[in-house]
């Protein structure tokens, strides 16, 4: 059977166990042309907020009772006269919350587990990898020895675009919450500092390491540190705006009331989605890989087991209860 | 004697009369290589009430007890061995709120009124014509075809930016205060549509004329009527932050709810100030006398007469009481 977790109401702040029911439905089977996969592992992103919400974005919404939607990496399990996927395959895609899924591959790619464990194609050599790396060199535009500010700085993104900056001889400043992340981030991924906001007076922090302020911010999480940074920018300067996850589970989004620091600094902020650079997946990842093997990249799963366990897994994306790249284990490798 | 405002407190809010003084003094002597110049006209712009704040900024606050900064256009009335200015030379530039001062020359322009009237060259052919020229075409990028949304429309500002979008090929929207201001743009300005955000709902005006959204927005306000463009923006859309009348005399700035849209939207928000074009104002100005000179490009100045009416005519920058370019007459050409 097909154990699957279906959207049944809208949230409306943090989500709450009941917006989404369990169920059990009879294994798929392939169409004329199609592949059964299974599922080993579930991408958990902040992003998944966004897609429960019935309002115009950059995906539409995930509809009430369709399976919740979630980045995926599983095995084909039966083919039926696929062109180009066969039993044994190992392929990532959007396959949802659930056991099972039948496709046609469409948005699925196949990629090797003997380069890198499967848990990698969805963290580092998947979507936020490919989102730290295209956001801070396409859309941040780093330079050698710019001053760059990475909010998030232990998550799944943010840990990436940290590394890449230094990698490109920058500067880098980390912001984080609560002072194991911060330990994590400058003494295994090697920033230059990180600023506890949690414990820390973010607007002191900054001062103190980016005395002449900033050259590029990364934002994942908007609000009162979106603001701080904007106070802190230099002249040109750019922020990519990532993500906000501060002001996903509120009914109303604070807006940066420090904004007019773009036009005293001639700066500018841009908004990026990642799926706009999916022809250039495979020269990012070919790259992250090659940095990985060098060790100069370093990339973390926390894994969470049992596709039963998936509320209290995706609530950590919001409690900060995690470390590098959240993962739902649903099958032993 | 010489009339001066005296900038004597720090605003809190919408200035009061009591923050200035009219002061009299004796004319000073031009020094050797100086020139003593006579103001004809004062320029008042929105800018000006940041340069009031005692905080950090594109150019430094004027100090309590000095002079009120302002642009200014007048005539050499005396020279001392001046290497570049004789007597009679008309000089346009940061003369302050005053009948007199002497200068060394350093950021004053010369200018042939021959070609254009005094008030033109603080008007389209000064700051703000500047502003709109290089705002709309470096930072917001126009290309044909695009629509552009202008707010401050009727303004020395919006009403350059919106013509200039229409030579340029593009669709251009209008907002403006009131049915008298939202007809001049229309009528004698050329826009293909004006919004009375006093009278009119601005979402419903936004998709009544930009209802595929909007290209690039001009901001010369911010506020509410910033996060209703963030609201209607196409993908990749820019934003040009020049201003925000609307917030200038808030002690709390309303940052922008709505700018999450800047990621769904792959969109730029970015800052500009005039001054950093200044090696290119040549260049503009001599496009823009030449539209002006096709009738391509209307401009209007809103003249009131005397330094005395300093107070009052500042005020008409925050209440809309006027309509392009609000100038101070402080003698007769």
Redesign the interface.
């Known amino acids: 059977m097909n154990k699957q977790v279906i959207l049944k109401k809208r949230p409306e702040g943090l989500p709450t166990k009941d917006i989404w029911s369990h169920e059990t439905s009879a294994i798929p089977e392939p169409k004329e042309g199609e592949v059964l996969v299974e599922t080993h592992y579930i991408s958990l992103d902040p992003a998944m907020r966004g897609w429960m919400n019935d309002s ?3 995906i539409p919404p995930v509809e009430l009772d369709d399976v919740m939607r979630a980045g995926t990496i599983g095995k084909v399990i039966k083919a039926n006269n696929h062109p180009r996927f066969k039993e044994g395959d190992v392929l990532t895609g959007w396959g949802g919350v659930q056991q099972y899924f039948t496709t046609d591959g469409q948005g699925h790619f196949k990629v090797d587990t003997n380069l890198a464990p499967m848990t990698k194609y969805i963290g580092a050599l998947g979507m936020p990898g490919m989102t730290a790396y295209f956001g801070i060199t396409e859309v941040g535009k780093i330079k050698e020895g710019d001053r760059v500010l990475v909010s998030g700085a232990a998550g799944a993104v943010g840990s990436v675009v940290g590394q890449i900056a230094k990698i490109k001889g920058c500067e880098v400043v980390g912001i984080a919450g609560g002072p194991d992340k911060c330990k994590y981030v400058v003494d295994e991924l090697g920033f230059d500092a990180c600023i506890d906001y949690k414990n820390e007076n973010i607007y002191d922090g900054l001062k103190a390491h980016c005395p002449k302020g900033i050259d590029v911010y990364f934002d994942n999480v ?1 609000g009162d540190i979106l ?1 701080a940074a904007l106070a802190k920018l230099r002249r040109g300067a750019r922020i990519v ?4 996850i501060s ?1 996903y589970n509120s009914t ?22 990642v799926f ?1 650079y999916a022809d250039r997946y495979k020269e990012a990842g070919m790259q992250m890989g090659m940095w990985m093997m060098e060790g100069k990249l370093k990339t973390e799963e926390d894994v969470y087991e049992g596709i039963e366990n998936f509320y209290p897994t995706f609530t950590r994306l919001f409690s900060g209860d995690k470390r590098g790249k959240l993962v739902l284990k649903i099958k032993e490798d």
Do not use: F, W
């Open positions: 115009k974005s950059y908007g603001d705006i990532c993500g906000a002001q109303e989004i604070k807006g940066p009331k420090n904004y007019l620091s773009l036009l005293v600094n001639r700066a500018t902020m841009q908004g990026m989605v706009d």
